[in-house]
Each structure stands twice: as C-alpha cells, then as structure tokens.
C-alpha cells in the first residue's frame, strides 16, 4: 500500500522505523514544523522529521492539517494514513482522503485515557497495567473501532519516559501487523468497551507535587510527570525541580512538606510516610544529588516544599 505517516515526537520514530522497513511504500511523512528548542532557541526538527530526512523520506511540516496540507496529502493518493503522536487533528475532508481512512496508534488500553497523555494520566492515577492500541481514526477524540491492543504492566518505579520508551518499541510492532493485515484485507475492527476517561495534555501546575497527599500519591505525580513538563516544588521562594525521588517507608512521619536530613538522605514529609529526594535542580543550576542541594543550603531550619 501506499501510505502517509504523521507524527513528531521521539515515541513516534520505532513506528516510522518499522514500516519504513516493511513492504508498503511511504509516499509522505507529515510532521510538525521545526521548533525553537533549548535556551538559545535554536531552530530544530522534530524527532520524525530528522528521522524521515535520514531515510530519504518525503516530508511535509505542517502545525495544522489544513487545506495545504490537505491537497498535498490528497495529490499523493494513498491507501491509508497512519497517525502516532502528531500533535494536531485530522479532520474532514482529510479524514477520508485515504482509501482505508487512518489508522492511530495510541498509548493506552481504549477506551480509558483517551487524549493527549495517556501515559502520563494512567501512572498519575496508579493503575498498575497500560497498553497501546491501534485503532481507525473518527471525528470524536480516540472514539473509533479497535484493530489490535496489547497490554504492559507498569513498574512500580518507572516513570512516564520509562514507560513510554517501552510501548514505543512493543506499539511500532502491533501498528505493523495492523496495516498489513489492512493490506490483505482481514483485519477486523471491534467497538470500545468500557467506562471512558480522558488524558488532556499536563499543564505546568499538573507537575507541582502536593506532599499534603499520601505518600504514593505523591510520587505516582512525580512518575507521571517525568520528564515532561518535570516535577517541581517550592522551597522558600524558590522552584526547585524534582528529577527523582523514592518512597521512604522506613523513615519516621514528618509533617507534610516538612524537608529533613535522616542519614544520607533528604526526606520531604507527606500525608503518610516520607518521600526521599533523590536527584533535584535548583533554579539556575544543574541537576544535582539532593544532599549536595542540602548542603549548600545557608540554613536548613524549618523548611517546608509545597
């Protein structure tokens, strides 16, 4: 088949990968534009465009699918379309320009987290499995009929790029089988089931820890939200972000927010046990071991993150 593949994101490049390796010909790869990125703001392409470009791939850079982009996409007449983490909608006449319409390969077990951060919202929540699915692409958010799932436990320590790293590979395989199953004309979709949640996209407050919560819930966020848009507190009148941290069961209560030293270790108290800080970054500095921070603290008396 003839295919166009629209996405961005590093999680999106396994997939480009595979099929770019199968036997259907990718007629274009759709991508966001290139993006100022890191303080200097240097101009950059996206994980996709760089990959597609390597490849000798077609390419169009597009923020919005709109009617450029649309009749480009359309000149190329393929078969079908196969969205992973673009970042923007497709919409009519778009959605039908493909013979097979589009296929989306999402990170979550439909029809539970269906958005912007599956991922991220599932971990935030505690569920203890995730998934990926491929679905057809219709007009209401990740609402189409199912082609193939597969489902991942999530680790009780891993964090959203963990996670997503993982489904990426595993995801790229499923998209894979799914298209040329299309392509030989028995692949079977079935209806949703189940009780729908949303994933919008995090916000940078999402990434604020509340150690008012209980332990696990605290550091469910803080796995949620690593690396993106990265956790954070405040300590005084200052941000400091929060690369990792561990559950400290063993620590004696502390009041919630209240920041300690036990031994080696930087505890922040929550609504059960401590939580330890484990690796943080104080405004305008690198990343650091949380008791180097410690240490180079002009006072440790009565601090309080919140």
């Given at each position: 088949?003839?295919?166009?593949f629209?996405?961005?994101?590093?999680?999106?490049?396994p997939?480009?990968?595979?099929?770019?390796?199968?036997?259907h010909?990718?007629a274009a790869?759709?991508t966001?534009?290139d993006a100022?990125l890191?303080?200097?703001?240097v101009?950059?392409?996206?994980p996709?465009?760089?990959?597609a470009?390597?490849?000798d791939l077609?390419t169009?850079r597009?923020n919005?699918?709109?009617?450029?982009?649309?009749?480009?996409?359309?000149?190329?007449a393929?078969?079908?379309g196969?969205?992973?983490?673009y970042?923007?909608?497709?919409?009519?006449?778009?959605?039908?320009?493909p013979?097979?319409?589009?296929?989306?390969?999402?990170?979550?077990?439909?029809?539970?987290?269906?958005?912007?951060?599956p991922?991220q919202?599932a971990i935030?929540?505690?569920d203890?499995?995730?998934?990926?699915?491929?679905?057809?692409?219709?007009a209401?958010l990740?609402?189409?009929d199912?082609?193939?799932?597969?489902?991942?436990?999530?680790?009780?320590?891993?964090?959203?790029?963990?996670?997503?790293?993982?489904l990426?590979?595993s995801g790229?395989?499923?998209?894979a089988?799914v298209?040329?199953r299309?392509?030989a004309g028995?692949?079977?979709?079935?209806?949703?089931?189940g009780?729908?949640?949303?994933?919008?996209?995090l916000t940078?407050?999402?990434?604020?820890?509340?150690?008012?919560a209980?332990?696990?819930?605290?550091?469910?966020?803080?796995?949620?939200?690593t690396?993106?848009p990265?956790a954070?507190?405040v300590?005084?009148?200052?941000?400091?972000?929060?690369?990792?941290?561990?559950?400290?069961?063993?620590?004696?209560?502390?009041e919630?927010?209240r920041?300690a030293?036990?031994?080696?270790?930087v505890?922040v108290?929550?609504a059960?046990?401590?939580?330890?800080?484990?690796?943080?970054?104080p405004?305008?500095?690198r990343?650091?071991p949380?008791?180097?921070?410690?240490r180079?603290l002009p006072t440790t008396?009565g601090?309080v993150?919140?």
């Amino acid at each position: 088949m003839r295919l166009v593949f629209a996405g961005t994101p590093s999680v999106a490049v396994p997939s480009l990968a595979r099929l770019t390796d199968g036997e259907h010909e990718i007629a274009a790869v759709i991508t966001r534009r290139d993006a100022e990125l890191g303080r200097k703001r240097v101009l950059t392409p996206s994980p996709v465009a760089a990959f597609a470009v390597a490849s000798d791939l077609p390419t169009i850079r597009a923020n919005r699918l709109d009617e450029d982009a649309t009749a480009r996409i359309a000149a190329l007449a393929p078969d079908l379309g196969v969205i992973v983490a673009y970042g923007g909608l497709v919409r009519e006449p778009l959605l039908s320009t493909p013979r097979l319409g589009w296929i989306n390969l999402h990170f979550s077990l439909l029809p539970r987290w269906r958005g912007a951060a599956p991922v991220q919202r599932a971990i935030i929540a505690g569920d203890a499995e995730t998934g990926a699915a491929v679905f057809q692409l219709v007009a209401k958010l990740d609402a189409g009929d199912v082609f193939g799932e597969l489902t991942r436990p999530i680790g009780a320590d891993e964090t959203a790029a963990d996670v997503l790293d993982a489904l990426a590979g595993s995801g790229a395989e499923l998209l894979a089988s799914v298209v040329d199953r299309l392509a030989a004309g028995d692949a079977t979709a079935v209806p949703q089931r189940g009780t729908v949640t949303l994933a919008p996209k995090l916000t940078l407050e999402d990434a604020r820890i509340d150690f008012s919560a209980p332990a696990e819930t605290a550091y469910n966020r803080l796995r949620g939200v690593t690396p993106e848009p990265g956790a954070f507190t405040v300590v005084g009148d200052a941000r400091l972000k929060l690369h990792e941290a561990a559950l400290a069961a063993d620590a004696a209560p502390l009041e919630p927010g209240r920041l300690a030293l036990d031994g080696a270790r930087v505890l922040v108290g929550t609504a059960t046990h401590p939580l330890e800080l484990v690796t943080v970054q104080p405004a305008g500095k690198r990343a650091m071991p949380a008791a180097d921070w410690w240490r180079g603290l002009p006072t440790t008396n009565g601090l309080v993150a919140g």
